[in-house]
């Protein structure tokens, strides 16, 4: 079945500093990937996505890239706060399906 | 609040007991998906409607569980028997259709504790 693989698990970076999530998918089909956000006790909420016809996307200080071959998509944050601590998800979707595979998350922690 | 909303947020039960959420999606959104989330995992998809008809759901999903949007609006989620396994947090979400998949904006949840 799909799998998604997200690393790391957890990320610990001075304010200021960049962090890099990636994910792995299996799913060749997948064609869409989006980018939640979680905070404690909080619903996820998308940050920013990107179609399969795109190799890069970037908003203000978040970019996503995606390498279709190898089937791998990475979330990019410059600039870090303490705000953007939280737990960050990855997903691929198959759009005709509907369905999205998400990762396990990765706690972010920006320390002031 | 123009939202997703879920009721219950929270629901304490029996093992063995049956129980029902419900999920109401923004009002223009035609499909709908279920997902279950348990502490340090991603949102597990149960199922997914679009307009009233169930089109898919998980492998994961036993029988013990189904779901329902008899009006294309409002969905429920039953649980049958439930187990202690069943503890998690329930979340619904909903996107607009359309031949350009779009965001799915996600309720705050229904946390499910089985004694």
């Known amino acids: 079945g799909e799998n998604v693989e997200q690393h790391p698990s957890t990320l610990s970076v001075q304010e200021g500093d960049s962090a890099v999530i990636k994910c792995t998918y299996s799913?060749?089909?997948?064609?869409?990937f989006p980018w939640y956000k979680q905070e404690l006790g909080k619903r996820p909420q998308l940050i920013i996505d990107?179609?399969?016809?795109?190799g890069e996307k970037k908003d203000q200080r978040i970019a996503v890239t995606l390498n279709k071959t190898a089937k791998h998509f990475s979330l990019h944050i410059t600039e870090t706060q303490p705000e953007d601590s939280a737990v960050y998800f990855c997903?691929?979707?198959?759009?005709?399906?509907?369905?999205?595979?998400f990762g396990d998350g990765t706690t972010l922690t920006v320390k002031p | 609040d123009t939202g997703v909303s879920q009721n219950p947020r929270h629901k304490i039960t029996k093992r063995g007991q049956n129980v029902t959420f419900r999920c109401d999606p923004i009002s223009e959104h035609n499909r709908l998906y279920w997902y279950r989330q348990t502490l340090g995992q991603g949102p597990e998809f149960l199922t997914y409607?679009?307009?009233?008809?169930?089109?898919?759901k998980s492998r994961l999903l036993s029988d013990r569980f189904s779901a329902e949007r008899p009006k294309g609006s409002f969905s429920t989620l039953e649980i049958q028997r439930t187990e202690q396994g069943d503890s998690a947090m329930y979340l619904c979400a909903s996107s607009s259709g359309g031949g350009t998949y779009n965001e799915q904006f996600f309720g705050p949840g229904t946390r499910l504790t089985v004694l």
């Open positions: 409607f679009q307009n009233e008809a169930q089109l898919e």
């Open positions: 997903a691929a979707t198959r759009t005709n399906a509907g369905k999205s595979t």
């Open positions: 799913d060749s089909a997948s064609n869409y």
């Open positions: 990107i179609r399969s016809n795109v």
